[in-house]
């Protein structure tokens, strides 16, 4: 797709090979079309990984916050980037996608990201949601 050619091949899946999990991908390009992605994450290197890790550095007028489901008490906003895990693990992101806002009952975060059943989707999910493990947050 256009967000993986873009994107370019990621170590592991070969150099001319853009058929990969593109969720990642998807957040590079709308952030770059945006002018706000971080130069210093390395797009190819394992995607969601090096953006949380980025996000976790606290540097470059960046930070990482916990979700609600695991502790944190931050209220995501427009433009954060937003980790999931699978295994509902700090140390295991396996999707991201950026947030469009929450809701006005303030119960539900705004999600827009890629590969979501291999398309591009807007949701929301309880901000107490498991699934969800933390924000990027832009200073």
């Known amino acids: 797709n256009k967000f993986t050619r873009a994107y370019g091949a990621i170590a592991g899946y070969g150099e001319t090979v853009y058929d990969y999990p593109w969720c990642a991908a998807f957040v590079w390009y709308c952030s770059k079309e945006a002018g706000v992605y971080p130069e210093k994450v390395s797009k190819k290197s394992a995607g969601v990984a090096s953006y949380m890790g980025y996000f976790r550095s606290n540097s470059d007028g960046v930070r990482y916050e916990k979700s609600a489901g695991h502790g944190g008490n931050y209220l995501p906003k427009t433009g954060d980037y937003i980790f999931f895990s699978n295994s509902h693990s700090q140390n295991d ?43 990027g947050v832009w200073e």
């Open 93 to 135: 992101g396996s999707h991201i996608g950026i947030v469009k806002g929450v809701n006005d009952a303030k119960d539900k975060v705004l999600i827009i990201d890629g590969n979501c059943s291999n398309t591009i989707c807007d949701r929301s999910l309880y901000l107490t949601d498991k699934y969800i493990i933390g924000y």
